[in-house]
């Protein structure tokens, strides 16, 4: 519960460092992407679907179902069996849900007088 040395915050900053290096050069060679445009995608942006396909982060967009039918295709699986989502994947799923509901009932239920 003490206060960092500088000499322990320079070691965890290169740390850190070290390791967004190795994040964004294994993007830029896994995504084929310019190394001098790395700005555009590493700086700690979130990017909606449609923006990080522009940017080459993805391949497509598309919905559970169509990542499925790609990995079943693919994978050359005759039946596939998926796993029952656990319990922290039903709660997100609810969150989620409630959080779409919520924000659309705030939108949509607003009455000008």
């Known amino acids: 519960m003490r206060k960092w040395t500088r000499e322990e915050r320079a070691s965890l900053q290169e740390l850190t460092d070290d390791i967004y290096n190795l994040f964004v050069n294994d993007i ?5 992407l310019e190394s001098d445009k790395i700005n555009e995608f590493a700086n700690a942006r979130v990017f909606i679907a449609a923006k990080a396909k522009n940017a080459g982060l993805i391949d497509e967009v598309g919905s559970i ?3 499925k039918e790609a990995l079943i295709k693919m994978s050359m699986v005759q039946n596939p069996v998926w796993k ?7 709660l997100s799923k609810r969150l989620a849900e409630q959080t779409k509901s919520e924000i659309a009932s705030l939108l949509f239920g607003v009455k000008a007088y």
Do not use: Q
């Open 65 to 67: 179902e169509d990542a």
């Open 84 to 90: 029952e989502p656990d319990l922290i994947d039903k």
């Open 28 to 32: 830029i060679k896994a995504r084929e």
